[in-house]
């Protein structure tokens, strides 16, 4: 079966307004979210085939950070201008293009459209995915091409305020 794992940046700082939106990096709280979250992902045997990422620094940074503690090479995240300032449909085209062979995707990117997205697959009403939370899918269809509207079951729904 297909699980889809949107994960949404962990915490940014805002602190330097000479950065533009996309250059923002993590603040401290985000550097110590990220590794908790893949250390919970890691402890629950969740292992990604693909891992696509927004290449926005704080994205990026999230999407490594998760990476290395599922070892999963670094090298191999695929980043995609699509996912930074996009739509529910371009990501749901992103997912649509996902090799047939790829049973567990992350996909990293920003709120609101992420949100958004999961209520959209999955027929859910979450308010909010917060920073570095975790949205975990199963397809109803085992085919990343038939996803979309209520295409897909919560599975799981994890954040780092959850764990302390």
Known sequence: ????????????????????????PLN???MNDAPLMG????KSGIHPDLILSSPALRAKTTAIAIA?????????IRYD??????????ILTLIRDVPVS?????????????????????G??????????????????????SIGENSAELRGFDFPKKHG
């Open 1 to 24: 079966m297909k699980t889809l794992y949107l994960i949404r940046h962990a915490k940014s700082d805002r602190n330097d307004p000479s950065l533009s939106d996309y250059d923002r």
């Open 28 to 30: 401290k709280r985000g």
């Open 39 to 42: 250390s919970i992902l890691l």
């Open 68 to 76: 290395q503690a599922l070892s999963y090479p670094t090298d191999s």
């Open 81 to 90: 201008h699509a996912l930074y300032a996009s739509d529910v449909e371009t």
């Open 102 to 122: 790829v049973d567990t995707l992350f996909v990293f990117g920003h709120n609101p459209e992420f949100t958004e997205c999961a209520n959209l697959i999955m």
């Open 124 to 145: 859910g009403n979450i308010d909010n995915i917060p920073t570095c939370g975790v949205v975990a899918m199963r397809l109803k269809n085992d085919s990343w091409e």
